[in-house]
């Protein structure tokens, strides 16, 4: 089986001219004047329109462009990019150096938080057992002197 033939437009042969003159900032109906007289061809101005388009296929464009730095990258000498790569090595060594610097420092801070809190509780516990005793001992002297009534008269340490 053999493919069909791919359709050509008719206004293929002349592509370079059309794109020329729209270029030149013609109008689509001077473009279409111009085909039936000079050229004795007969298009609509939406055919004309659709074939402008697709000769200006930004997808083309692209490609083309694509093709055209892959051409200007393979010219790239890549010992010439060494010394840059050298030192956006030595800066990324530099950042994780400080990250892991920064890391240790918040980890020396969570330490030294943990440590002044247990020091708190400490002090807090060694405080409440001291008001616990004075309460213990105001209580105990607080009975002796509701059973002997003449103890008012002193104060208790």
């Known amino acids: ?6 359709r050509q437009s008719r206004l293929q042969p002349h592509a370079d001219e059309i794109l020329a003159m729209r270029s030149e900032g013609k109008s689509e109906q001077e473009i279409v004047a111009w085909l039936m007289n ?6 609509s101005q939406q055919a ?3 074939f402008i388009k697709k000769q200006n296929n930004p997808a083309d464009e692209s ?4 093709a055209e730095v ?6 790239i000498d890549v010992s010439a990019l060494l010394p840059i790569l050298e030192q956006y090595s030595e800066s990324f060594t ?3 150096d ?3 610097r920064l890391t240790e420092v918040v980890q020396q801070v969570l330490v030294d938080n943990l440590k002044i809190q247990q020091q708190f509780q400490q002090s ?4 409440l057992e001291a008001m616990e005793k004075q309460n213990t001992q105001l209580n105990i002297d607080l009975v002796i002197c509701k059973n002997y009534p003449r103890c008012l008269h002193f104060s208790s340490k």
């Open 1 to 6: 089986m053999s493919m069909p033939p791919v």
């Open 38 to 43: 000079e050229k004795a061809v007969k298009v």
């Open 48 to 50: 004309l329109n659709n």
């Open 63 to 66: 490609i083309a462009k694509s």
């Open 70 to 75: 892959s051409g200007e990258i393979s010219k």
């Open 94 to 96: 530099d950042d994780l």
């Open 98 to 100: 400080l990250d892991n």
């Open 124 to 127: 807090l516990s060694k405080t």
